[in-house]
């Protein structure tokens, strides 16, 4: 007779580990997607801020100095030059801040750079990005990259796809300010009347 009293409670104590179990994994599961939602979140928010800094970078490159028409078109010497440049006697922004990487949370970026001078810029994290294809078709590169580091803002967008495999060692994500290397010369941009950057230092042998 006791043991039949004693049932009903032990299904209860079944059916409240179910409840418990199928809570604990709706909440992991809601918390999985909650941090995808938010990575994609922040991939958005680097494609936009990349797309600004390339968009920065064309608008300094295709600008000749005000002193001296004649001057050869030029790629900023760093992220600072965006935001004013020293070639005009006015203010001339290109920019409007050096954004916060999405990414990192910190305001440095990797610099992709030819004779010294800035080309394009990428993150500094080596996190694997969700978005493997779908890109627009400046940023077609970036299909199935495997960090985000590797989407390398450039002008022309195409820039970064056309050098050689050797120069992503002399770019490797640093922080701003402890990027001094210089990959091989590239393409110049395709626009009528553009003049070819600097040609870059031959590396050491």
């Not at 992220?79 to 070639?87: H, I, V």
């Not at 203010?91 to 992709?112: C, N, S, Y």
């Not at 299909?143 to 120069?167: H, M, Q, T």
């Not at 010369?185 to 950057?197: E, M, R, W, Y």
Request: net charge neutral; hydrophobic share 40%; glycine share 8%.
């Amino acid at each position: 007779m006791a043991f039949c009293e004693g049932r009903p409670f032990g299904f209860a104590y079944l059916w409240l580990l179910f409840v418990v179990a199928f809570v604990g994994l709706g909440l992991s599961l809601g918390a999985e997607f909650y941090t995808t939602g938010q990575q994609r979140d922040k991939e958005r928010e680097l494609l936009a801020m990349g797309r600004q800094f390339r968009q920065a970078i064309a608008r300094y490159y295709e600008t000749q100095s005000a002193a001296n028409a004649a001057t050869p078109r030029q790629y900023p010497a760093s992220l600072e030059e965006l935001l004013q440049d020293p070639r005009s006697v006015g203010i001339q922004r290109h920019l409007r801040q050096v954004f916060v990487d999405p990414m990192t949370g910190k305001a440095e970026w990797g610099l992709l750079k030819v004779a010294g001078r800035i080309v394009g810029v990428h993150s500094l994290s080596d996190k694997l990005p969700i978005k493997q294809d779908g890109f627009e078709a400046d940023d077609a590169g970036f299909r199935g990259s495997e960090r985000y580091s590797d989407w390398v803002f450039s002008y022309p967008a195409d820039l970064s796809i056309k050098l050689p495999a050797s120069v992503g060692a002399a770019n490797s994500p640093a922080p701003v300010a402890s990027i001094n290397g210089t990959p091989p010369a590239v393409p110049a941009p395709s626009s009528p009347g553009a003049v070819a950057p600097p040609a870059a230092d031959k590396p050491a042998p």
